[in-house]
């Protein structure tokens, strides 16, 4: 087949339509329905006239292909152009498979670990410095416009963040300090073939005012930090050797 029949725009046309190279993709022959429907208007315009040729066209370019989809235009052009001119697809078909895995491993690298990483880079930033931007504005305005009435209420607002700091404290000495005592008496006289009864004194603890222990210490290293000015290092080493030493003596469990 000779003579033009395929204009700039149904090159641009099927250049377009590779974005829908992935659309038929199986496992049986990859990216090859979707290399024929990318093909299929231009081969049309060319076959049109003889449909069992354009049967014939489709059904070979349905075959196993794999590439990279932005690449894909080089070779579909190359593809038509050699068609155009009356080539047949036993010819075009080495030029065709000589090309696929080359440029897919360009296009890969290139769209996936090259271009892409960079523009989402771009994009984040830019998007995250639009951000800051918008809320460091808005927090001016905000705050000009507020100093007046939270000056106002500044005490109001210390003494309750003071309340919610001492709760957060408290409950933090309660869960992570841990202080058990290991001291049980027995209770009567000791008799021969008799269970004796026992008391425990931490449960005792527990029952009048549990993790009365943690808070207590986490109370005493305060003073030591507030008022003697111990620094927190001289503070683990103390806790280190009193844990140590009242556990050998059995009074800590």
């Given at each position: 087949?000779?003579?033009?029949?395929?204009t700039?725009?149904?090159y641009?046309?099927?250049t377009?339509r590779a974005y829908?190279l992935?659309n038929?993709f199986?496992?049986?022959?990859?990216?090859?329905l979707?290399?024929?429907l990318?093909?299929y208007?231009?081969?049309?315009?060319l076959?049109g006239?003889?449909p069992?040729?354009?049967a014939?066209e489709l059904?070979n370019?349905c075959?196993?292909?794999?590439?990279?989809?932005n690449?894909?235009?080089?070779?579909t052009?190359?593809?038509?152009?050699?068609?155009?001119?009356?080539?047949?697809?036993d010819?075009?078909?080495g030029i065709?498979m000589?090309?696929?895995?080359?440029l897919a491993?360009i296009?890969?690298s290139?769209?996936?670990?090259c271009?892409a990483p960079?523009?989402?880079?771009i994009?984040?930033?830019?998007?995250?410095?639009?951000?800051?931007?918008?809320?460091?504005?808005?927090g001016?305005r905000?705050?000009?416009?507020?100093i007046?009435?939270?000056s106002?209420?500044m005490?109001?607002?210390?003494?309750?963040?003071?309340?919610?700091?001492?709760?957060v404290i408290?409950?933090?000495?309660?869960t992570f300090?841990k202080m058990n005592?290991?001291?049980?008496f027995?209770a009567?006289?000791i008799?021969?073939?008799?269970?004796?009864?026992t008391?425990d004194?931490q449960?005792?603890l527990d029952?009048?005012?549990?993790?009365?222990l943690p808070?207590l210490?986490?109370?005493?290293m305060y003073?030591?930090?507030?008022k003697?000015?111990?620094?927190?290092?001289?503070?683990?080493?103390?806790?280190v050797?009193?844990?140590?030493a009242?556990?050998c003596?059995?009074?800590?469990?």
């Amino acid at each position: 087949m000779t003579g033009s029949k395929l204009t700039k725009k149904d090159y641009t046309k099927t250049t377009l339509r590779a974005y829908f190279l992935q659309n038929g993709f199986n496992y049986s022959n990859y990216q090859g329905l979707g290399y024929a429907l990318v093909m299929y208007p231009a081969f049309k315009k060319l076959y049109g006239d003889n449909p069992a040729k354009l049967a014939e066209e489709l059904d070979n370019n349905c075959e196993f292909y794999n590439t990279n989809p932005n690449f894909l235009p080089f070779i579909t052009s190359i593809h038509l152009a050699m068609a155009e001119n009356g080539m047949e697809y036993d010819e075009i078909r080495g030029i065709k498979m000589a090309l696929m895995g080359p440029l897919a491993g360009i296009g890969d690298s290139l769209s996936q670990f090259c271009i892409a990483p960079l523009l989402f880079l771009i994009c984040e930033n830019v998007t995250l410095l639009a951000i800051k931007l918008v809320m460091g504005g808005y927090g001016r305005r905000l705050g000009t416009s507020m100093i007046d009435k939270l000056s106002e209420k500044m005490g109001v607002i210390s003494e309750a963040a003071s309340m919610i700091g001492v709760t957060v404290i408290a409950g933090l000495a309660a869960t992570f300090v841990k202080m058990n005592v290991a001291i049980t008496f027995s209770a009567g006289a000791i008799e021969e073939g008799v269970k004796q009864s026992t008391v425990d004194i931490q449960a005792m603890l527990d029952k009048v005012a549990p993790a009365l222990l943690p808070v207590l210490y986490t109370a005493l290293m305060y003073y030591l930090i507030k008022k003697k000015g111990v620094t927190t290092y001289w503070l683990v080493l103390i806790t280190v050797v009193i844990g140590v030493a009242l556990s050998c003596l059995g009074i800590l469990a």
